[in-house]
């Protein structure tokens, strides 16, 4: 199976849990063997590329700007594409130039995706029982990048993943080992950091710092 072999899957929860005039947003990064797999919950109109107007990749993240501090701040992105997100608005970015950023995604050797795919208009809470019908969708994303580490962010998509009870402040730098398919994954739970969890960012990044260090 292939990453491209689950899209059509995404885009039916899409119509079912998401904003019908939007798009599911999937993933994107180095899908062979990354050094992390970073995984988020689900993406918001915000996401330029959630539009069906945008014919580009429909990565995380696109036309944002506050997530790419976490992973500048981690050395995972060059500067000068970094530079360039911070100094143009949402609606400036191109194809061409999320095409560039995740190309650098993918040089420093890490994958983002969501656990939920499907686009809200706005950051709403989405209940445990929709993320869950994304659970065995990302088991298989996992399964076909085979990441060495898995980064979960925030209580609830932990404790989904995690299949157990999850306080991000009770476990950090926890290892957890968790089994998909016969083939054993290294989780941790990491505070999330955009959105109300923005005071949250140093906390994140000192983790993902130790968890890095582990790869060595």
């Not at 995404?10 to 899908?31: H, M, P, V």
């Not at 994304?134 to 088991?139: A, G, S, V």
């Not at 080992?177 to 990044?205: A, L």
Request: charged share 30%; aromatic share 12%.
């Amino acid at each position: 199976m292939k990453l491209e072999d689950l899209k059509p899957k995404y885009d039916k929860l899409q119509k079912r849990y998401g904003a019908k005039e939007l798009d599911s947003i999937y993933n994107g990064g180095c899908t062979q063997n990354p050094d992390i797999c970073f995984v988020f919950m689900n993406p918001t109109g915000r996401n330029i590329a959630s539009s069906k107007k945008w014919k580009g990749i429909k990565s995380p993240w696109i036309g944002t700007k506050n997530i790419w501090d976490l992973f500048y701040q981690l050395d995972l992105m060059d500067e000068k594409i970094y530079r360039t997100i911070k100094s143009i608005k949402g609606e400036e970015w191109t194809e061409e130039f999320a095409e560039e950023v995740y190309a650098d995604v993918k040089k420093h050797k890490y994958f983002i995706t969501n656990l939920g795919k499907c686009t809200q208009v706005d950051a709403r809470v989405l209940p445990n029982s929709v993320y869950e019908e994304y659970l065995e969708l990302l088991r298989k994303e996992i399964e076909i990048i085979n990441p060495k580490v898995i980064i979960l962010f925030g209580n609830q998509v932990s404790s989904i993943v995690l299949e157990e009870k999850i306080s991000v402040s009770q476990c950090r730098k926890k290892l957890f080992n968790k089994e998909i398919n016969g083939r054993k994954y290294n989780f941790y739970s990491v505070y999330y950091p955009i959105g109300n969890g923005r005071f949250n960012i140093d906390k994140s990044i000192e983790d993902i710092k130790y968890i890095k260090q582990t790869l060595i």
